[in-house]
């Protein structure tokens, strides 16, 4: 059960890092367009990017924790 809660954990950490890529590539488009700094579309990517960067470090705690019961369990 245990490898099971690590793979999804990977995975959802996997997917929060990809759509931080994604929209770090939407604000480089944008700030390449001449949006200004502070329109709704940068802000709202902004504050996107910044909570899935908090939610994909405190999975990687998370999984690092059950990492390491995995390896005391062995």
Same mark, same amino acid.
């Given at each position: 059960?245990?490898?099971?809660?690590?793979?999804?954990?990977?995975?959802?950490?996997?997917?929060?890092?990809?759509?931080?890529?994604?929209?770090?590539?939407?604000?480089? *488009? $944008? /700030?390449?367009?001449?949006?200004?700094?502070?329109?709704?579309?940068?802000?709202? #990517?902004? @504050? %996107?990017? *910044? $909570? /899935?960067?908090?939610?994909?470090?405190?999975?990687?705690?998370?999984?690092?924790? #059950?990492? @390491? %019961?995995?390896?005391?369990?062995?």
């Amino acid at each position: 059960m245990n490898a099971i809660k690590k793979w999804i954990l990977a995975v959802q950490i996997e997917n929060r890092w990809k759509k931080i890529g994604n929209n770090r590539r939407k604000m480089g *488009a $944008l /700030l390449e367009n001449g949006e200004p700094y502070s329109s709704p579309a940068l802000v709202r #990517l902004d @504050g %996107e990017t *910044a $909570l /899935l960067g908090y939610q994909a470090r405190q999975m990687e705690r998370r999984y690092r924790e #059950l990492m @390491g %019961e995995s390896l005391v369990s062995a």
